[in-house]
Protein backbone atom coordinates (compact mmCIF):
# COMPACT_ATOMS: atom_id res chain seq x y z
CA UNK A 1 0.00 0.00 0.00
CA UNK A 2 1.39 3.37 -0.76
CA UNK A 3 1.93 6.25 1.74
CA UNK A 4 -0.10 8.37 -0.70
CA UNK A 5 -3.18 6.13 -0.52
CA UNK A 6 -2.95 5.86 3.40
CA UNK A 7 -2.58 9.84 3.83
CA UNK A 8 -5.64 10.26 2.02
CA UNK A 9 -7.32 7.73 4.09
CA UNK A 10 -6.67 9.38 6.95
CA UNK A 11 -7.34 12.77 5.71
CA UNK A 12 -11.22 11.54 4.61
CA UNK A 13 -12.00 9.80 7.65
CA UNK A 14 -11.00 12.96 9.80
CA UNK A 15 -13.02 14.88 7.17
CA UNK A 16 -15.92 12.43 7.65
CA UNK A 17 -15.84 13.18 11.63
CA UNK A 18 -17.25 16.98 10.89
CA UNK A 19 -20.88 15.34 9.90
CA UNK A 20 -20.85 14.08 13.79
CA UNK A 21 -19.24 17.25 15.53
CA UNK A 22 -21.45 19.49 13.67
CA UNK A 23 -24.19 17.58 15.64
CA UNK A 24 -22.25 17.17 18.65
CA UNK A 25 -22.86 20.93 18.26
CA UNK A 26 -26.02 22.27 17.28
CA UNK A 27 -28.74 19.07 18.00
CA UNK A 28 -29.38 18.77 21.68
CA UNK A 29 -29.90 15.11 21.93
CA UNK A 30 -26.58 14.33 20.39
CA UNK A 31 -24.61 12.68 23.15
CA UNK A 32 -21.29 11.58 21.71
CA UNK A 33 -18.23 11.70 23.89
CA UNK A 34 -14.36 11.99 22.66
CA UNK A 35 -14.18 7.86 23.11
CA UNK A 36 -16.79 7.59 20.64
CA UNK A 37 -15.27 10.15 18.03
CA UNK A 38 -12.01 8.45 18.43
CA UNK A 39 -13.78 5.04 17.61
CA UNK A 40 -15.26 6.47 14.89
CA UNK A 41 -12.34 7.53 13.32
CA UNK A 42 -10.07 4.02 13.92
CA UNK A 43 -13.34 2.68 12.32
CA UNK A 44 -13.36 4.69 9.24
CA UNK A 45 -9.65 3.99 8.72
CA UNK A 46 -10.16 0.29 9.08
CA UNK A 47 -12.85 0.69 6.42
CA UNK A 48 -10.72 2.57 3.93
CA UNK A 49 -7.63 0.35 4.62
CA UNK A 50 -9.90 -2.76 4.57
CA UNK A 51 -11.28 -1.28 1.14
CA UNK A 52 -7.63 -0.13 -0.34
CA UNK A 53 -6.31 -3.61 0.66
CA UNK A 54 -9.07 -5.75 -0.94
CA UNK A 55 -9.30 -3.65 -4.57
CA UNK A 56 -5.51 -3.03 -4.80
CA UNK A 57 -4.73 -5.61 -6.87
CA UNK A 58 -8.01 -6.12 -9.06
CA UNK A 59 -8.39 -4.66 -12.38
CA UNK A 60 -11.96 -4.47 -13.30
CA UNK A 61 -14.20 -1.50 -12.43
CA UNK A 62 -17.34 -4.19 -11.17
CA UNK A 63 -15.53 -5.71 -9.01
CA UNK A 64 -14.18 -2.91 -7.13
CA UNK A 65 -17.28 -1.56 -7.33
CA UNK A 66 -18.55 -4.77 -5.44
CA UNK A 67 -16.15 -5.16 -3.17
CA UNK A 68 -16.67 -1.66 -1.89
CA UNK A 69 -20.29 -2.45 -1.90
CA UNK A 70 -19.51 -5.88 0.55
CA UNK A 71 -17.22 -3.51 2.67
CA UNK A 72 -19.77 -0.59 3.38
CA UNK A 73 -22.65 -3.03 4.30
CA UNK A 74 -20.27 -5.25 6.82
CA UNK A 75 -19.31 -1.47 8.07
CA UNK A 76 -22.97 -0.39 8.15
CA UNK A 77 -23.78 -4.03 9.37
CA UNK A 78 -21.40 -3.86 12.89
CA UNK A 79 -22.02 0.16 13.41
CA UNK A 80 -25.83 -0.59 13.28
CA UNK A 81 -25.14 -3.65 15.95
CA UNK A 82 -22.50 -1.66 17.88
CA UNK A 83 -24.92 1.38 18.06
CA UNK A 84 -28.33 -0.80 19.62
CA UNK A 85 -26.41 -2.56 22.50
Given at each position: ????????I??W??????I???G????????????D??F?W????????????V??????????????????????F????????
Open positions: MKRKQVIRVTSTAALVPILQLLVSGWNWGPGFVAVFFNILGLTYTFTNKIVHRGSKIAAGILVIAIFAIWIMLATG
